[in-house]
Nanobody
Framework: QVQLVESGGGLVQPGGSLRLSCAAS????????LGWYRQAPGKQRELVAT???????TYADSVKGRFVISRDNAKNTVYLQMNSLKPEDTAIYYC?????????????WGQGTQVTVSS
């Protein structure tokens, strides 16, 4: 089993920056890709960014050039550096980990951390 704990959320002004962290524990040895999702009030959960075990990254068009995802395998932690934040970035951000169980991919989720961008 894998446990994911997000941290770093909070209130920030437009144009500001915030860094989210997600620490994985448990049977982390089979974790492959990691990702960040977000869900704003009244909207569907959307993919923000992903990073493979090899370090390849992808981003949603809405955050390209502003957000950076990274990982530290030694610490079993994935990060999301958010810059030039906009009010529309306000959402609950969730960490996701992909792990294969007997060859079958399974997604683990964190509890979420609130990010609010407001003046």
């Amino acid at each position: 089993q894998v446990q994911l704990v997000e941290s770093g959320g909070g209130l920030v002004q437009p144009g500001g920056s915030l860094r989210l962290s997600c620490a994985a524990s448990g049977s982390t040895f089979s974790i492959g890709a990691l990702g960040w999702y977000r869900q704003a009030p009244g909207k569907q959960r959307e993919l923000v960014a992903t990073i493979t075990s090899g370090g390849t990254t992808t981003y949603a068009d809405s955050v390209k050039g502003r957000f950076v995802i990274s990982r530290d395998n030694a610490k079993n932690t994935v990060y999301l550096q958010m810059n030039s934040l906009k009010p529309e970035d306000t959402a609950i951000y969730y960490c996701n980990a992909l792990k294969k169980q007997i060859g079958v991919p399974y997604h683990y989720w964190g509890q979420g951390t609130q990010v609010t961008v407001s003046s």
